[in-house]
């Protein structure tokens, strides 16, 4: 069994977080280094370690994550302008193998910045 991530520890209480969000599904919390003025992550109770982990009973929860991630975007204030990103993998920049979508909101965006720098 993999091992416990940070983010499961927040889920069960294990370490304080900056939560925002909660729902039978998932958790949104502050991310502790924002890169942005709004920068939420949104992340499943169920411990899927990469997006390409995933599987087809995963459906519903992607479904409701995204769901989630547009009402919390709107609490936040930034509804009309924001980002979602999900990195997938080690060399795409993630850290923390516990599936998670960045809410990137508040900041103005170019449209070379999607593709890294
Ligand atoms: P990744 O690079 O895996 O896509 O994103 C992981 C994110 O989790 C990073 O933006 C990082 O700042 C954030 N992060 C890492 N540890 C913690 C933590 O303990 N608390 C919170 N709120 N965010 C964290």
Redesign the pocket.
Known sequence: MAEET?FTK?INGE?P??KIYEDDLCIA?????P?APV?V?VIPKKPIPRLVDASEEDQAILGHLMLAAGEVARQQGVGDAFRLVV?NGADA????FHL?L?IIGGTSFSEASLAGE
């Open positions: 940070i927040i370490i977080a900056d919390i502050n991310d502790i280094a890169r920068h992550l990195n920049g993630q850290t923390v998670h960045h």
